[in-house]
């Protein structure tokens, strides 16, 4: 119970330390640094359990939301495609036939080369955004992991002291 590492386990854990305490709840005078230790032990694990089960919102979280949006937008690329596929066959289309004014054929070209700049660009776009989205978010989650366990090590270190 006291060796496993997560959340429930070490929140779970200060129930040993105060039992245990209570074994030691002599009144002999030299078990009062005894009892002062294993409950600040108990108290840390307390903390710490605690640091576990809200960790998640600092770092993980930030990651899961990113991902849920880029999910999103990946999703929506298939469309841009197919429009950009039925564009290009509409134009092939048009000029194979050779029905027509050529104001119109053109035109449609014209329209055609639209999609095709405005898809890579939007491409484009997206893969710059994603570079600098995934670099700061994973900055963030480097930074708040180090933060999380320079506070476990303060904790454990400093506290049961």
Known sequence: MILKSGGEELVSSPSYFWKLLLDFLVPISESRQLRT?????GETYEEIGHLYAEQPKND???IDNLMHDYRGLVGAFPGILAVHKGAQ?????????GVGPIDIRQSVAQRTDV?????????????????TDF?????????????FYQKVIFLSVFRCA
Not at 37 to 41: E, L, P, Q, S
Not at 115 to 131: G, Q, V
């Open 60 to 62: 993980w979280e930030i």
């Open 115 to 131: 999609i095709s700049y405005a898809t890579c660009a939007e491409i484009n776009h997206f893969h710059a955004e994603r570079a």
């Open 135 to 147: 670099q700061r978010s994973i900055k963030s989650f480097l930074t708040e992991q180090i933060s």
């Open 89 to 97: 066959q509409k134009r092939k289309d048009i000029e194979k036939s």
């Open 37 to 41: 230790a294993i409950r600040r032990t």
